[in-house]
Structure formats: structure tokens, C-alpha cells
T-cell receptor, first 113, second 114 residues
Framework: DQQVKQNSPSLSVQEGRISILNCDYT??????FLWYKKYPAEGPTFLIS?????DKNEDGRFTVFLNKSAKHLSLHIVPSQPGDSAVYFC????????????FGKGTKLSVKP | ETGVTQTPRHLVMGMTNKKSLKCEQH?????MYWYKQSAKKPLELMFV???????ENNSVPSRFSPECPNSSHLFLHLHTLQPEDSALYLC?????????????FGSGTRLTVV
């Protein structure tokens, strides 16, 4: 049973508009949620994270929102740029415990000029 | 370059071959991981090494054998693999207490078993 779910395999957005990537989770014990970005032929790179005690974290064009009651988080990219085209993975981890970074299947974002 | 280096980038091997994947990090991290990424599946954790000790083996078949000689190096020895083992194998590292920063991944080894 998947603990971290990304139900949209792909998303297409126009340059300059907002991209919203969604993620749901089942385990209420996760302490941190993370977003990774992956280009073809490269490993995932860390993008932004949020602690389970917060509901929003912002870093430049990227904002992550956490709704604990709904067990849902989302990544907002605004404005979207063609260079943002990549696969985005949602992940969750238990604090103080290594080896439990659990990933979703990813959402492929295409930003069209 | 992320600070985690994996070699080789690509590997084609027959089912009777023996090969090894190598991972190296000089970030001062104290944990290293092997992940497998197959098509249309989430990244799957295979092995965890914490301070050189293997702390997790996620029911991985014995044809995959990890080795961690020190906190900076990690190997994955492969023997008698099956075609369904073809995947992207990713190494990652992290530091205890810094989970908010996630893991640092290498670029991966694209393995094809023929």
C-alpha cells in the first residue's frame, strides 16, 4: 500500500502561469515532507521541504502547502518557466530516523513557452 | 554535480555476469542508501547504511549485495541478474538530524540486463 501518492502522472502548463502539483499521504506520523525535481538521466535534486508542524513554506517561486487534516500537500510554482519541465517527486520522512524517505510515483510537468 | 558521484553511468550486463556499482560522497554525511527506480514505480529503497552498518534491507534478492567499506563509499555488487532488474539505480546520502534537507542523490547508473 502506497503511503505517498501522486495521482496525476502528468501536468501541462503555459509559461508564466501557476503550476500546482499535488500529493496525498496516509501516515500521520511523518515529520517532514519534501519535493524533489528530476531531469532525465540525472538523480533527483532536493527542491523544498516542510515540517509537519507548519502549513506553508516558501522559497522564491516555489511554495509548499500542507493540510494535515486532509493529509494533503501541494507544490505551487509561480510563474512557471520552461526550465521547470521535469518530473516532480513528493516524499515523506520520519524525523530522526534515516532510511525512511518514502517517495510518490512522480508527476511529469511540462511548461510550454 | 551534487556531491554524490556514481559510476558507471550506464551498464549493460548479461545474466551470468558479475559487476559492481560504485558510489562516493564527500559531503560528510553519515548515512548512504541504494534506491531502485523502475518505470512507472516510486523510487524503492533497497539498502541503508548508517555509520557503515547496514540497518535496513528491504527484502532485496540476494543477487544484489551491498558493501560499505567506509562512510564515504558504497558499492552494489550484482550477480546473476534477471532482465526485470533493469532499472536506474540511485545512490543517496544524508546526515542524521538534517532530514529537513532531504537526501542528496547521485545521477544514477542506468542498468540493462540482457
Amino acid at each position: 500500500d502506497q503511503q505517498v501518492k501522486q495521482n496525476s502522472p502528468s501536468l501541462s502548463v503555459q509559461e508564466g502561469r501557476i503550476s500546482i502539483l499535488n500529493c496525498d499521504y496516509t501516515n500521520s506520523m511523518f515529520d517532514y515532507f519534501l519535493w524533489y525535481k528530476k531531469y532525465p538521466a540525472e538523480g533527483p535534486t532536493f527542491l523544498i521541504s516542510i515540517s509537519s508542524i507548519k502549513d506553508k513554506n516558501e522559497d522564491g517561486r516555489f511554495t509548499v502547502f500542507l493540510n494535515k487534516s486532509a493529509k494533503h500537500l501541494s507544490l505551487h510554482i509561480v510563474p512557471s518557466q520552461p526550465g521547470d519541465s521535469a518530473v516532480y517527486f513528493c516524499a515523506a520522512i520520519f524525523g530522526g530516523s534515516q532510511g525512511n524517505l518514502i517517495f510518490g510515483k512522480g508527476t511529469k510537468l511540462s511548461v510550454k513557452p | 554535480e551534487t556531491g554524490v558521484t556514481q559510476t558507471p553511468r550506464h551498464l549493460v550486463m548479461g545474466m551470468t555476469n558479475k559487476k559492481s556499482l560504485k558510489c562516493e560522497q564527500h559531503l560528510g554525511h553519515n548515512a548512504m542508501y541504494w534506491y531502485k527506480q523502475s518505470a512507472k514505480k516510486p523510487l524503492e529503497l533497497m539498502f541503508v547504511y548508517n555509520f557503515k552498518e547496514q540497518t535496513e534491507n528491504n527484502s532485496v534478492p540476494s543477487r544484489f549485495s551491498p558493501e560499505c567499506p567506509n562512510s564515504s563509499h558504497l558499492f552494489l555488487h550484482l550477480h546473476t541478474l534477471q532482465p526485470e532488474d533493469s532499472a536506474l539505480y540511485l545512490c543517496a546520502s544524508s546526515h542524521e538530524g538534517q532530514e529537513v534537507y532531504g537526501y542528496t542523490f547521485g545521477s544514477g547508473t542506468r542498468l540493462t540486463v540482457v
